[in-house]
């Protein structure tokens, strides 16, 4: 079974500054799929960004980008220029690519602070 | 826009009675999973449907059912709720067979027993 794991339950950045949320994972699948969900307090959890494994280069949607190290297996996202919009539960995901459809595997989160 | 809605929001209910959570979608995606998220924790996947065939993950308690009568609504039943389903319940969605694509979630049911 496919396992993921966030090693920072808290993290704190100061406003504009960059920040590195770390995830690995474990699996014996060659083809899958990788994500981070962000989570506001009391609010709707919605996609950041996600990463195909078979795709080489680095997800990037605006601010947030990922390192994805497939040999290592390790996910990590960077967000750049962090606003206070930006505090929230992020959690790294893990989905398989066989057919049918398969589960989202979550890592435990980390609570992102963003310091004015 | 389309969306994933959850009634309702929090829902307060005693030891042992039962209580009905539910949630609809105007996304029209085929797949439709219930979570339980405790406090500072991981979204816990209970069941999903898959069109109208029902999935139930191995550990999620017999207490806890589903019902999917169309494709928009999908209910969770909770037959008997003890202190310990104190939780925040997610609905999600997603298209079924596309595993790359994402979920989509509401904005959860903050559950409550008194």
């Known amino acids: 079974a496919q396992t993921v794991t966030q090693s920072q339950p808290e993290m704190s950045v100061q406003e504009a500054e960059t920040v590195t949320l770390s995830c690995t994972y474990d699996t014996s699948e060659s083809d899958y799929y990788l994500f981070w969900y962000k989570q506001p307090p009391s609010r709707q959890m919605i996609l950041v960004i996600r990463?195909?494994?078979?795709?080489?280069q680095n997800a990037t949607e605006n601010r947030f980008s990922v390192n994805f190290q497939k040999a290592a297996k390790s996910f990590s996202l960077k967000i750049s220029d962090s606003q206070l919009g930006d505090a929230a539960m992020y959690f790294c995901a893990y989905r398989s690519r066989n057919s049918g459809n398969t589960p989202l595997v979550f890592g435990k989160g980390t609570r992102l602070s963003v310091i004015a | 826009d389309a969306m994933v809605i959850q009634n309702p929001r929090y829902q307060v209910t005693q030891f042992g009675k039962p209580v009905t959570l539910s949630c609809s979608q105007t996304l029209n995606h085929n797949v439709m999973y219930w979570y339980q998220q405790k406090s500072s924790q991981a979204p816990k996947l209970l069941f999903h449907?898959?069109?109208?065939?029902?999935?139930n993950e191995a550990d999620t308690p017999d207490n806890f059912q589903s019902r999917r009568p169309n494709t928009s609504f999908c209910f969770l039943d909770i037959r008997s709720p003890g202190l310990g389903d104190a939780a925040m319940y997610l609905c999600?969605?997603?298209?079924?067979?596309?595993?790359?694509?994402?979920?989509?979630f509401g904005d959860g049911t903050r559950l409550s027993i008194l």
């Open positions: 999600a969605t997603s298209i079924g067979g596309r595993n790359n694509q994402p979920q989509h």
């Open positions: 449907y898959y069109d109208k065939d029902f999935n």
């Open positions: 990463q195909e494994a078979y795709k080489q």
